[in-house]
């Protein structure tokens, strides 16, 4: 079976355990706060909405224009529902409510 590689943005723990907790395959995962720090394709790219002083939607945005993680799939990790706009806007190709729960997480890798 092919190891899935993620990369989550975030400067919170506790939302990197959130999306680990429910991964239950063979993965490959790295953690930044920086997006200068994605150096590989990866599969899918976790964005929290805020890390540090940088929203998540325009980390979003400007990945989606880098020849190395253009093609990946990118799940904003929202604060509340009405982010939602934000996430379509910026082309995430999903959207999770924090705090990640299995339903949502299956729905990401079920695709």
């Given amino acids: 079976m092919k190891t899935v590689k993620i990369f989550i943005i975030t400067d919170n723990n506790w939302v990197k355990e959130s999306v680990e907790k ?12 920086e997006i200068e720090d994605l150096k ?3 599969d899918f790219i976790f964005v ?4 540090k ?4 939607p325009s980390l979003i945005r400007e990945l989606k224009r880098n020849d190395l993680t253009k093609n990946s799939k990118f799940i904003l990790l929202a604060d509340r529902e009405d982010d939602e706009f934000q996430a379509k806007r910026v082309g995430a190709d999903y959207f999770i409510v924090k ?3 299995k339903a949502a997480m299956n729905l990401v890798f079920s695709s």
Wanted: no cysteine; charged share 15%.
């Fill in 48 to 51: 929290d909405m805020q890390v």
């Fill in 22 to 33: 429910y991964l239950d395959f063979e993965n490959s995962i790295n953690t930044s706060t």
């Fill in 53 to 56: 002083s940088n929203g998540g």
């Fill in 99 to 101: 705090p990640v729960s």
């Fill in 40 to 42: 590989d394709v990866y």
